[in-house]
């Protein structure tokens, strides 16, 4: 999916997406606003688009100067990023029908390995990351999300 950085859509996709929020239909606000970091605004956008019969595209000989601020290129940062990035993830998978379902002990015991062979900071924001999604599909088992199509 194309990153939201330089992202440019089509007026139809941009009416239809604002639709969507407008009537209700999505739940969830998966840009971020103030201090949230949730994430996913993007993808559901490029989605959008394929909905309408369009796609997405990436234009590797289009550059983009993206200016980031110091205090978005820390450690903790990072890792409230990655958290937030893989809670909306989670719920958008949900939005979309994909269901995720609690980990199993082996599935803990893999990501327990993944991030002990990791050194800091990298293990930081990876348990970071996992926590965001252990968070989204407990937030969706407490809302009964498991009808098909996504979050309730």
């Known amino acids: 999916m194309p990153c939201g ?3 440019c859509v089509r007026r139809k996709v941009a009416i239809s997406y604002l639709h969507v929020h ?3 239909k999505r739940a969830v606000q998966f840009d971020r606003t103030g201090n949230s970091l949730m994430s ?3 993808n559901d956008l490029a ?3 394929c909905a ?3 796609g997405v595209g990436l234009v590797a000989s289009l550059k983009l100067t993206h200016l980031i601020p110091p205090d978005r290129l820390t450690v903790d940062y990072l890792a409230r990023l990655a958290e937030g990035i893989h809670y909306s993830s989670a719920l958008l998978d949900s939005e979309y029908g994909i269901r995720r379902d609690q980990r199993t002990a082996f599935g803990r015991a893999a990501d327990f390995i993944r991030v002990m062979r990791l050194r800091e900071p990298h293990r930081r924001i990876l348990k970071a990351a996992f926590r965001g999604r252990d968070r989204a599909v407990q937030d969706l088992v407490g809302c009964d999300v498991v009808r098909a199509g996504g979050l309730t």
Do not use: I, R
């Open 52 to 54: 309408l019969g369009l």
């Open 40 to 42: 996913g605004g993007d």
């Open 5 to 7: 950085a330089g992202l």
């Open 47 to 49: 989605v959008c688009a």
């Open 22 to 24: 407008e009537s209700g």
